[in-house]
Each structure stands twice: as C-alpha cells, then as structure tokens.
C-alpha cells in the first residue's frame, strides 16, 4: 500500500482496527492512570527486598519503560523474567509483579504458582484470564482492565494500559516516586503533538521498505528501544534489532564494517533530556555509523522531561510500524507465526 488518502482500501487491509487503536494511544494513558488512582488498595504492610517482574513480549513493556524511567532512582534491586520459573531468591520480601494481557500466558502462570509456593508478596496486572482469577482468589492487589481504548484486542497497543496501568500500581502503592505533575502535562503535551508525530511517521516509513531498522537509544529510553523493535516485528511483519548506549560502545561499532553492503538502516534517539555523557556518546555513536557508510535516521525527540521524551517515541514508533505494516500490504494486527507456534506448542 502506498496511497494513504485511500481509507476505504486501509479498512480494507486494517480489519481489526489498528490505526484508530493507535490514536487512542494517549487517552488509554489518561484513562490507565484515572483507574489505578481510584482502586481501592493500600501501599504493602511487609517490606520488600527485592521486585521481580514477570511478562512475555508486550506484556512486560511497562517494566521494562519504568525501570529505564526511573533509572539508578529506582529503589529496589530487580530482575525481569520473561521465562517459567522464578529465581532461588524470591521468599516473602519479594514482590513478584505478573503481567499478561490477556490473562493467560502460560510462563505467567507458572510464575504465579511458584510465586505463591514461595510465599511471596504478588501484584497483578492484566485483562483477566486466569490470571484475574488467579489474583481474585488469592486476595492479590490488581488492576485489572476492560481494554475498551484497545479497539484490536492486540497486546501490543494497549500500551495505555501495560506502561501506564504499572506505573500508576507502583505509585499508588508507594513504591516508586512518580512526578504527578509532569505525567500529567505530558499527556497533554503529546496529545497537542499527536497528529503531527502520525503525519511524520507515516512520511518516514517509506525509508524503511525493505531495510532492516536498527535502533539505538539510551537511559530513559531504553524500555522504549525494545518495545520498538518488537513494533517492527509484530506489527511491520520486519526484522529489526536494538542495541543500548553505552554498551553497544564497547563491541557492535567493530561489527559495522562487514558485510560492506548491507539493508541496515540505523534509527538514533537523540534527547536533550540524556545526561551530558550519553549525549556525546549519541551523537559519535551517529558519526560511526556514518563512516562505515550506513544510512541513519536521527530522531530528535522534543521532550522537555523524560515522561515528554518515553511517550513521545512511543506514540511515534508505534505509528511508524504501523505504516510500514501496511506499507507491506500486512494486516498490522495479526501475529500468523506467533499463532502457529502456539497451536503446535499446544498438540
């Protein structure tokens, strides 16, 4: 598809909704946020030690964004399992936080088990599933959502609900410190800036046809660089990698050379909200890449604060693979070979 004022052949190749999902995007935020604030639980009453997060693919986006959010002031040590089993250490000073979407991922829910077997503190996030009832039958504290703002039922854009739902479960239980005011504003901020941040990705996802887009990020917005090569995966149907500043420092600039010919096409998030290091580092990051004659496309985010910055590429990224989906002639929605992998996992 290349002709995007043509909406009648978009519905014909979007039947499950996914641009008008993209576009609730930021009241799935506001409404996430409203919900977790009126539920009616109280911050632990046994201290935690320890935080381990459990979720596959989209459904561990919101701690992966917090963690990059909050960076070294995140208060508890933590690990993130996107696998079966929890680790030795949990006991009951861990909080073991389960994310599933739909409520019924199976590593999730093996989690859950051990979790309680281990007696260890819970928290719940998810649309409900067995996972809903797992976290009503054992008095777990819960946000557990409607997902109407998700027209697609798809995971992945109920981002809203994944990043958003979590952060306000961690504030709400006093956990982590979360800036109200500048949350707040940023809604409002990327809700003026929306129709514009569409405009361009929908510009830019020609430049990707048929290239493999590579992204490099850092700091805050290092949760956002997974979530947006998944984008690219599941719903531009594209391979894509990540790599994270400074780390990609210290090997992939060797790799660059070989093949001297490659589809690479590097997206650098560039932030005047990264520390003064980090931002050189960005940028002679760039300059790398440019000498061994890759092609890059710089995106400068506009945030004036990190919140700003994490909803800005969000919004942005999530229309970019969605384009390009649809530039591929893809239904963005559907996962075919997630799908089959399941149903034969499943015999």
């Not at 459990?54 to 399992?81: D, Q, R």
């Not at 009951?92 to 991922?105: A, E, K, M, N, Q």
Request: aromatic content about 10%; proline content about 5%; glycine content about 6%.
């Amino acid at each position: 598809m290349q002709d995007f004022s043509d909406s009648a052949a978009i519905q014909a190749l979007d039947v499950h909704r996914t641009l008008e999902t993209t576009d609730l995007l930021i009241k799935q935020c506001r409404t996430s946020w409203d919900q977790v604030m009126a539920l009616p639980i109280a911050p632990l009453t046994t201290p935690i030690t320890t935080i381990v997060f459990c979720g596959m693919g989209a459904s561990i986006y919101g701690a992966l964004v917090m963690k990059s959010l909050l960076g070294s002031s995140f208060p508890y040590p933590t690990e993130v399992i996107s696998d079966y089993h929890l680790p030795s250490y949990v006991d009951s000073r861990t909080l073991v936080v389960l994310t599933s979407y739909s409520g019924t991922t199976e590593e999730v829910l093996s989690c859950a088990q051990e979790a309680k077997q281990k007696g260890a503190q819970m928290l719940v996030l998810t649309k409900g599933g067995p996972l809903a009832a797992f976290a009503q039958e054992h008095d777990v504290p819960a946000y557990i959502f409607d997902g109407k703002l998700n027209l697609s039922s798809t995971p992945r854009l109920g981002n809203g609900y994944s990043v958003i739902g979590l952060l306000g479960l961690f504030h709400k239980l006093n956990l982590v410190p979360v800036d109200t005011i500048l949350l707040k504003g940023a809604f409002d901020w990327i809700e003026a800036k929306r129709n514009a941040l569409r405009e361009q990705a929908q510009e830019d996802s020609a430049m990707y046809v048929d290239k493999i887009p590579v992204i490099f990020a850092a700091e805050h917005l290092s949760g956002n660089a997974q979530i947006l090569r998944n984008q690219f995966n599941e719903t531009s149907k594209a391979f894509s990698a990540m790599y994270l500043v400074p780390d990609l420092n210290h090997h992939l600039m060797e790799g660059l050379q070989f093949p001297s010919s490659t589809p690479l096409l590097f997206l650098i998030a560039h932030s005047q909200n990264y520390t003064p290091k980090i931002a050189q580092r960005m940028q002679l990051t760039e300059d790398v890449v440019l000498k061994n004659k890759h092609a890059t496309v710089p995106f400068k985010l506009t945030g004036r604060n990190a919140y700003e910055d994490i909803l800005e590429l969000m919004v942005y990224g999530g229309y970019l693979t969605l384009f390009l989906g649809l530039r591929y002639d893809q239904d963005p929605s559907v996962n075919p070979w997630v799908d089959y992998f399941k149903a034969e996992l499943a015999k």
